[in-house]
């Protein structure tokens, strides 16, 4: 892999909240993000050097948001890690649960959603072992829990499109809406589904050994790149763990579960083509601002969220390639 370019850090928004998980873009340049304590806040000016920034609270949704989604009818689709699948009214903040359960099972860590063409929430469970409080504990133990669901209009009850997911996490949907693309976090890896064609059905490789562990995707449309926030660099110690025996596996996560954590300094995104291929490559070595979970682009300037930190960055974007 080519040395990566330089992440250029620009300035830093302290948000009324800590976590802002997944970051999203409205058609106006606005941020959307959840904070940890159930909010659901809208920034304003936040990509326009000289302009006002204004933060708003759009909702509470009264668990732990996570990935967002902007679909076509006005209203966000949110992941609710403590209450599924939700759906936010934007306008006056009305919170409603779409899917809960499926196969008789609760949802568990609902992490992130797309919307589909046809009305469908396609969505990814990263564990059906460890609440999002313990996802280190997935990680380490890496159970191939996650999932990628499908929620079609009118239904109450979400299918499962794949299983044995290392670590589901963030999705996008191809330029043509022919496919979507998953992020494995515990496999450093992007795995592509096939929704329609002679494939519709089946999951192949996208974009594999990747140079870190990928978390929240995005893309603003079907011209623009796939981009990917590497939540951290690749280790090698849990690299060899993970090719040790369950009992092993299972052990070592019940001591990283209580282990104080701390994210490492370094920051990296992707920006990744429709064939897999790797366009950008950002990274900071040092950096102030820890654990980048997601990644959109606004204009010439991207906007990073995080799970760790209590407010968002704005770093120079890359020159198209």
Known sequence: MDRPE????????????????????????????????????????????GTPVRTEVLAETGGRPLGLELPPDGDLLVCDAERG??????????????????????????????????????FTVSSRRYPLDQWIGDLVEHTGTGRLLRLRPG????????????????CAVGPDGSFLVVAETGAYRLTRYWLTGPRAGNAE???????????????????????????????????????AGPGVRRGAARAAVHAPFRP???????????????????????????????????????????????????CAAPEAK
């Open 6 to 49: 330089e992440l250029v850090p620009l300035h830093y928004l302290r948000l009324p909240g800590r976590g802002p998980e997944d970051v999203v873009a409205d058609g106006q340049g606005r941020i959307l993000t959840g904070l940890e304590d159930g909010r659901i806040v809208r920034v304003s000016g936040l990509a326009e050097p």
């Open 155 to 170: 239904r109450h009850e979400p299918e499962v499109l794949l299983d044995g997911l290392q670590f589901a996490n963030g």
């Open 85 to 122: 699948l939700l759906r936010v009214s934007l306008g006056d903040g009305t919170v409603r649960v779409l899917a809960d359960t499926v196969e008789g099972e609760r949802i568990r860590f609902a992490s992130n959603v797309v919307a589909l063409p046809d009305g469908s929430a396609c």
């Open 264 to 314: 490492m300094g370094g920051v990296a995104v992707l920006a990744v083509g429709d064939d897999g291929r790797i366009l950008h490559h950002l990274a900071r070595r040092r950096s102030g601002f820890r654990m980048v979970t997601s990644v959109c682009a606004v204009g010439e300037r991207l906007v990073l969220g995080s799970l760790w930190e209590p407010g968002v960055a704005v």
């Open 205 to 243: 490789p996208f974009a594999e050994n990747l140079p870190g562990m990928p978390d929240n995707i995005w893309r603003a449309g079907p011209d623009g790149p796939i981009w990917v926030a590497l939540a951290g660099p690749r280790v090698p110690p849990l690299d060899l763990l993970h090719r």
